[in-house]
């Protein structure tokens, strides 16, 4: 069994800063692959990037290549995303979601486990 929990959402003002972060309780995750994704007011869930636990390899979604960054604390099960320069269209409940198989990628209906989400409002 494998748990999410997120944290590190609030309300930012434009141009901001935020690191968000996913803690990951559970085994059987050496190839794991952990995945963060967003869910905006009136939208369906999108993908935003993921990590393979094996290699460290990451992956974006074209829209998040700039301002997202994914890492990963490699002597711990936590997960980070930060984003930069924030934007009104940024807010949304953010989700980290894990997927025990070793194919790095951003396909939600794969991932397994899910999180309950953080949100992120981001206003002036």
């Known amino acids: 069994q494998v748990q999410l929990v997120e944290s590190g959402g609030g309300t930012v003002q434009p141009e901001g800063t935020l690191r968000l972060t996913c803690t990951i309780f559970g085994t059987e995750l050496d190839r794991a692959c952990v995945g963060w994704f967003r869910q905006a007011p009136g939208k369906e869930r999108e993908g935003i990037a993921a990590i393979s636990f094996r290699d460290d390899n990451t992956i974006y979604e074209d829209y998040a290549k700039g301002r997202f960054t994914i890492s990963r604390d490699s002597t711990t099960n936590i997960v980070h995303l930060q984003i930069d320069r924030l934007k009104p269209d940024d807010t949304a409940v953010y989700y980290c979601?894990?997927?025990?198989?070793?194919?790095?990628?951003?396909?939600?209906?794969?991932?397994?486990?899910w999180g309950q989400g953080t949100q992120v409002t981001v206003s002036s």
């Open positions: 979601a894990a997927d025990r198989s070793s194919y790095l990628h951003t396909v939600e209906i794969w991932y397994e486990c």
